[in-house]
């Protein structure tokens, strides 16, 4: 009967979906792989319906699959949040945190917020995963995650950090070559390496100084959807480039990069945090994210 469903079962086969493999998720559980197996086996009888089709190296979900882990994993979230907060009042913060976060602040800031994090609260886990691509809070079962720029999605609870923009930069050999002369009309005659996830023949930027604003139009020889591909460009003197601040300015500092046009931006784009509705958070998950609101606002100034 499905009363008599085993939840650890289902535990066990949403952590294989997420997984990708029954490998990743035994790694996962700290569980042999040949257990593994044979939960999702006693699930698939209990239940009198195949829900993975196995081959020797890959898997993929039957209809009935995929219906079952997007019924079944915001309950089990909720039911762990629940069990959380029954803990919390009297025991340290313990449990997992799940969250996604884009190239730029997760390969430059995250490894000392996680490892300052966990030394205050040994008995949590976190699973970080970094990378520009949109990922689906619900479907991924992501804690949170964190994204630059204009997020519209009312089914989510948002929290602003603050706003950044970009600022040009070039190596010195890159100016020196065009005869130190960089303004608006120069820029145009320089080789610039643009932000983009997609291949740019032309591009329109949009740039402030206070309330003044200006549009650049830029014929882009390189794109990337990864400021540190562009920052090596810029220092190899293949073009100039527009970086977020944090990304530039220690190579600003020691000269190896130069702003141009140091007083204007391209427009600011928010920082913000985004985590599923729930009637409520769970101690662990609001702890870090104030944790983490604190040192990327340290990070943005």
Known sequence: MYSDIDLNRLRVFKEVVQSGSFSKAALNLRQPK???????????????????????????????GTDLFLQSS??????????????????????????????????????????????LHPLIRIDLHVGNLLVDLIRDSFDLVVRVGKVR???????????????????????????????????KNLPFLAFSSQNTR??????????????????????????????????????????????????????????ILPDWQTEDGPIQILMPQQKEVPLR???FVEFLSERLTEYLT
Do not use: C, W
């Open 34 to 64: 040949s257990r593994v197996s044979r939960h999702i086996s006693a699930l698939e009888k209990d239940l009198g319906i195949q829900l993975i089709y196995r081959t020797t190296r890959q898997f993929q979900l039957t209809a009935a």
């Open 74 to 119: 915001p309950l089990l979230n909720q039911l762990r949040n629940t069990l959380d907060q029954v803990r919390s009042g009297s025991e340290e913060l313990s449990g997992s945190i799940r969250l996604s976060v884009p190239d730029d602040i997760g390969i430059s800031l995250m490894g000392q917020v996680t490892k300052d994090f966990l030394r």
């Open 153 to 187: 999605d009312s089914t989510m609870i948002q929290k602003k950090l603050g706003s950044v923009g970009l600022s040009f930069v070039a190596s010195p050999a890159l100016i020196q070559k065009h005869d130190r002369i960089i303004d608006f009309q120069g820029l």
């Open 202 to 259: 032309s591009l329109m930027i949009k740039i402030r100084k206070d309330n003044k604003t200006q549009s650049l139009s830029l014929n882009p020889i390189f794109s990337s959807n990864n400021f540190f591909v562009l920052r090596e460009l810029a220092l190899a003197d293949v073009g100039f480039t527009a970086l977020p601040p944090y990304i530039a300015k220690d190579f600003i500092k020691s000269g190896a990069l130069i702003p």
């Open 285 to 287: 998950i609001k702890r």
